[in-house]
């Protein structure tokens, strides 16, 4: 079984890794390049704690292989926060009290940037729409959508 | 949960990738979205010594219509489809469906190739593309052909295609005027599969009586279902709420779902006959019938 050779972004950093076939992309990032932001939830592609953006498409990086990433930008929830200064999501979840236990809240913003990033101004079926393949155990998702669209207003 | 160990193979043409199956047999399996590919792996449902790795070979994706079909790449993202102006009006029945297709994140990598050509038929494209009356083109060593989508499914996740074949596109008829279409899902939870699912689109004459029709069962069996005969009644008649009921009963009775935590045998037929209606009323209503 050969080892492939891929480069990718990450946060804008570039990154080179050997990697196994069967390496799965979330396991690149956390065990790999050590950024334990990315979280394994249910590991089936059911709760989308595993959520990177992946050339301006949130995807699920546990169903997914390193070497398909290969010459990808990636956003990771590490990427967020920009010269000490949150990101408007990750302000708006602290502010509207978006998680409780955080597990699911890096996917959960991950999917909200790409959300936003696509659509300024989202109505609050759109918000909801667009994290159908995010789970939240905790909080029951009112407050996550009032997180969201406090970012949407502070990006206008 | 981690995969066996396997070779991956990224192809950059479509030759390429037919000699990698060709030459590995039944060994190799193609990876496009990897939505169904990489679950099964992970939790060693299959396991495969090669995957061919096809979405980096150029021309496999775009939705176009030309010289009188639809013409959808095999590569097409869900999500692509899902944002299609062209699709949100000329094609309801996809407009339907592929907002309920899993979740949104997985409609960004899943791909509409990978959909119908996985055989499994819990998938909602396979029926579609029979009521539609849809063909899909394959490519293997001796090039293209085509078999039309309610003769590809052969059984449980088997299919036409032969080992060494990829398939690379759908071609869908461009429906005549007063044409309509409808998908009518019932699922559990974003991400579930369908308890019971009905496509149908059909095209109504100048006088508003039923021109041609299509309609197919989605998860009702070992493969997506063709209900050939309600779609037979249906012709030549007005798509009066008698005749959907009718047609409606005639469909359900195709369905041979089994039971599991969805619902019983029963109950999934009864909701095959609602879904067939509300389908074919829907269908009807927007081909400007009444």
Not at chain 1, 7 to 18: F, L, M
Not at chain 1, 42 to 49: E, L
Not at chain 2, 159 to 165: G, K, S
Not at chain 2, 194 to 203: D, P, S
Request: proline share 5%.
């Amino acid at each position: 079984m050969a080892k492939h050779k891929i480069s990718v972004t990450v946060n804008g950093a570039a990154r080179e890794a050997e990697v196994e076939s069967r390496l799965l992309l979330v396991h690149l990032l956390r065990e790999v390049f050590r950024m334990t932001g990315t979280h394994v939830g249910c590991d089936t592609s059911h709760c989308g704690a595993c959520t990177v953006i992946l050339d301006g498409s949130p995807v699920k990086s546990c169903t997914m292989l390193a070497v398909q990433a290969d010459g990808a930008k990636i956003t990771t929830v590490e990427g967020l926060e920009q010269g000490g200064k949150l990101h408007p999501v990750q302000e708006g979840f602290t502010e509207k009290h978006g998680l409780q236990c955080g597990f699911c809240t890096p996917g959960m913003m991950l999917s909200s940037v790409a959300l936003l990033e696509r659509n300024k101004n989202p109505s609050e079926q759109e918000i909801r729409e667009a994290l159908a393949g995010n789970l939240c155990r905790c909080t029951g998702y009112v407050n996550i959508v009032k997180a969201v669209q406090y970012a949407a207003e502070k990006m206008r | 949960m981690i995969p066996a160990p396997f070779d991956y193979h990224r192809p950059s043409s479509l030759n390429e990738a037919v000699n990698l199956l060709k030459h590995h047999g039944g060994q190799a399996k193609v990876l496009s979205g990897g939505m169904s590919l990489l679950p099964t792996l992970k939790l060693r449902l299959g396991s495969f010594a090669h995957l061919v790795d096809i979405n980096r070979i150029p021309g496999l994706d775009g939705i176009k219509e030309e010289g009188g079909f639809l013409k959808i790449g095999a590569l097409t993202r869900q999500s692509a489809l899902e944002r299609s102006e062209l699709i949100r009006k000329k094609y309801p029945i996809l407009a339907d469906a592929v907002p309920l297709i899993a979740d949104p994140l997985v409609r960004n990598r899943g791909t509409v190739g990978g959909n119908v050509a996985n055989g499994d038929p819990a998938n909602d494209e396979p029926a579609i593309m029979i009521a539609l009356g849809a063909t899909f083109v394959a490519h293997g060593p001796k090039g293209e052909r085509t078999i039309a989508a309610n003769r590809f499914y052969t059984d449980l996740y088997t299919t036409a295609l032969a080992r060494d074949e990829i398939l690379t596109g759908i071609r869908i008829p461009v429906p005549p005027a007063k044409s309509g279409g409808a998908y009518q899902k019932l699922k559990r939870k974003t991400g579930d599969y369908a308890a019971a699912a009905v496509a149908v689109q059909l095209a109504l004459d100048a006088k508003g009586a039923v021109a041609s029709c299509g309609i197919a069962l989605t998860n009702a069996g070992p493969t997506p279902l063709e209900a050939a005969d309600a779609a037979k009644f249906m012709v030549g008649k007005m798509p009066d709420a008698k005749t959907i009921a009718e047609a409606a009963k005639m469909a359900a009775a195709k369905a041979n779902p089994s039971a599991d935590h969805r619902g019983s045998v029963e109950y999934k037929r009864e909701m095959a006959r609602v879904l067939a209606a509300r389908a074919l009323e829907l269908a009807a209503k927007r081909a400007g019938g009444n």
